[in-house]
């Protein structure tokens, strides 16, 4: 069953390239006590995701900011490697959104949000969705109908839900 509004997030470990190496970040330890943006991709480097997903967050982040959200995160079935280099590419590290791996897909499979589209190469990904986290417990979710769309979980329909 997929998680929704008034739902806590499960326990976490997801993992992040930093300067010594992969890291493992607790989700708990970036949401108790504090109010953040999480969104969620099918694949680092991917169309939609790519061009519009991650921009629409970069664009708002300031927005965000000024609603009192102390982080943006995005969540990838991805390695911490390929967050890197990809948070590089499109800005989003330079804007201060954190790119963090779920490389095994644990988390996204604990909320319900994963997927498999074999004719695309994607197996055990997450789907797109948006959602505002209040001391690690859901206060808003976005999910997108098709993965391959990106209107309700960009940051513009996510800061006027706010």
């Given at each position: 069953?997929?998680?929704?509004?008034?739902?806590?997030?499960?326990?976490?470990?997801?993992?992040?390239?930093?300067?010594?190496?992969?890291?493992?970040?607790?989700?708990?330890?970036?949401?108790?006590?504090?109010?953040?943006?999480?969104?969620?991709?099918?694949?680092?480097?991917?169309?939609?995701?790519?061009?519009?997903?991650?921009?629409?967050?970069?664009?708002?982040?300031?927005?965000?900011?000024?609603?009192?959200?102390?982080?943006?995160?995005?969540?990838?079935?991805?390695?911490?490697?390929?967050?890197?280099?990809?948070?590089?590419?499109?800005?989003?590290?330079?804007?201060?959104?954190?790119?963090?791996?779920?490389?095994?897909?644990?988390?996204?499979k604990a909320i319900g949000m994963d997927f498999d589209a074999p004719p695309a190469g994607l197996i055990g990904r997450s789907k797109r969705y948006a959602m505002i986290v209040e001391d690690g417990?859901?206060?808003?979710?976005?999910?997108?109908?098709?993965?391959?769309?990106?209107?309700?979980?960009?940051?513009?329909?996510?800061?006027?839900?706010?």
């Amino acid at each position: 069953m997929a998680i929704s509004k008034g739902d806590t997030l499960p326990e976490a470990t997801l993992v992040k390239l930093g300067a010594d190496g992969p890291e493992q970040v607790a989700l708990k330890d970036l949401t108790a006590g504090r109010k953040v943006v999480i969104f969620a991709v099918p694949g680092a480097f991917t169309g939609v995701c790519h061009s519009a997903h991650v921009p629409s967050f970069i664009r708002t982040k300031d927005q965000f900011d000024a609603k009192g959200v102390d982080d943006i995160i995005c969540i990838a079935v991805n390695d911490p490697f390929v967050l890197k280099a990809w948070g590089e590419a499109t800005g989003a590290t330079d804007a201060g959104i954190a790119m963090l791996g779920d490389a095994e897909s644990t988390f996204t499979k604990a909320i319900g949000m994963d997927f498999d589209a074999p004719p695309a190469g994607l197996i055990g990904r997450s789907k797109r969705y948006a959602m505002i986290v209040e001391d690690g417990k859901v206060t808003l979710l976005n999910e997108e109908a098709n993965p391959g769309e990106c209107e309700v979980s960009a940051g513009e329909a996510l800061l006027e839900a706010l």
